[in-house]
């Protein structure tokens, strides 16, 4: 069971270097989201997706973009990094919220380090 | 406004009971989250309550609401080495949106 998977796990970016994370779900859930986690800060809401073709900003957007061309993919993409977003970010997945528990399933987690 | 809170930090003897508390200011949240992350990897769902519900219990773990105070308290039993991990308590809005606390470090000593 892959579940939520995210690549790469690692990356070690220049400023103004841009790169994009990858989300894949085998669960056929409607709903994808982009957290990040900071220290002290817990997770934070970068973009969410309640659908194949849909995108909406969450509590951090500035400086992040993402897609959801295909329903089991969610793409970040960082046009031009900035040392503020070294990071971790987490993937997830759920059915739908509202409807059931609204549970999340978090992928692995991607280290990005910006210098 | 939307915000959970959480203390950052909590150091127990391996055998004794662990409290993680969280506070919370919507009152209108659908169902209330205790999230648990090991080092390296990323949360789990460890048990959720429904809103109208005022505790749950799940073998070792116990959660309290306290909707009057928006107060969420999670209780682990004979706490072991192995429940070291940081917990998030999280809360759905009927909106669908989550709100995650800043997450408990569970440091467990032998």
């Known amino acids: 069971n892959a579940g939520v998977t995210q690549t790469p796990k690692f990356r070690v970016l220049k400023t103004g270097q841009s790169m994009t994370l990858l989300c894949a779900q085998d669960?056929?859930?409607?709903?994808m989201y982009w957290y990040r986690q900071d220290p002290g800060m817990g997770l934070r809401l970068i973009h969410y997706?309640?659908?194949?073709?849909?995108?909406a900003k969450g509590e951090v957007p500035d400086g992040y973009n993402v897609s959801r061309l295909k329903k089991q993919n969610f793409l970040l993409g960082l046009e031009s990094a900035a040392p503020s977003q070294t990071s971790v970010y987490f993937c997830?997945?759920?059915?739908?919220?509202?409807?059931?528990?609204?549970?999340?399933?978090f992928g692995e987690g991607s280290r990005l380090t910006v210098l | 406004g939307e915000d959970v809170e959480q203390s950052l930090f909590l150091s127990v003897r391996e055998g004794d009971s662990s409290v993680i508390n969280c506070t919370y200011t919507d009152s209108s949240s659908t169902y209330l989250y205790w999230y648990k992350q090991e080092p390296g990897a990323g949360l789990q769902l460890l048990t959720y309550?429904?809103?109208?519900?005022d505790m749950k219990q799940d073998q070792r773990l116990t959660v309290l609401l306290n909707k009057k105070d928006k107060h969420l308290s999670l209780r682990i039993a004979d706490t072991q080495t192995g429940d070291s991990a940081i917990y998030f308590c999280?809360?759905?809005?009927?909106?669908?949106?989550?709100?995650f606390g800043q997450g408990t470090t569970l440091q467990v000593k032998p």
């Open positions: 997830a997945s759920s059915l739908q919220t509202g409807a059931d528990t609204g549970e999340l399933f």
């Open positions: 669960m056929n859930h409607e709903y």
């Open positions: 999280a809360e759905t809005l009927p909106t669908g949106k989550l709100i």
């Open positions: 309550i429904f809103s109208n519900m």
């Open positions: 997706s309640v659908g194949e073709g849909t995108t």
